[in-house]
């Protein structure tokens, strides 16, 4: 009986890793892989939990919208900075040998909370199953500029968007 019952728990946990596909998130993997995140063109890369990299994915074909988040990360401090904190990300549904659309969406602090400060992708990767060695998102060689608006500009804005409102009321 006992042999019976270990049987079909192994059969339940293969059956659930079907149709889960893996690949490697990591932003550098000289000499084919080296997108570093920077603060605009040029500026200094993004460290550590000031920013959060919010992983969705799905299905090769599946519109961008309907992508799941899947994992987060974020990422490396120092000399490193910029670099994410490289992860195996399981896509579920996703069998091994096909491929998978995959959306980079970057937020500020800890977590993903409120609105994406950038938004990268879709991208497409090839998933395998274990025990194969999961391949690496193909990120290219160029930096990932993320776009941050300054408090400054902010402030201006609210401040012209008061001054129109000031307008407005008087006419």
Request: aromatic share 6%.
């Amino acid at each position: 009986m006992k042999k019976l019952i270990i049987a079909a728990a192994a059969l339940i946990v293969s059956l659930s890793a079907y149709g889960q596909g893996q690949f490697v998130f990591n932003n550098r993997v000289p000499p084919d892989i080296n997108a570093k995140f920077t603060l605009g063109t040029g500026g200094p890369g993004l460290s550590g939990t000031d920013y959060t990299v919010q992983i969705l994915g799905g299905k090769a074909g599946t519109a961008p919208a309907s992508l799941t988040p899947i994992a987060t990360t974020d990422f490396r401090t120092g000399a490193a900075a910029g670099y994410v904190n490289p992860l195996t990300v399981t896509v579920p549904g996703v069998a091994g040998g096909q491929n998978a659309d995959i959306l980079l969406k970057i937020f500020q602090g800890v977590g993903t909370s409120g609105n994406a400060v950038s938004t990268f992708g879709p991208f497409t990767v090839a998933v395998t199953e274990a025990p194969a060695t999961p391949n690496n998102l193909a990120l290219g060689t160029t930096a990932f500029a993320v776009v941050v608006p300054e408090p400054a500009t902010l402030a201006l804005g609210a401040l012209g968007l008061g001054a129109l409102l000031m307008i407005r009321r008087r006419n």
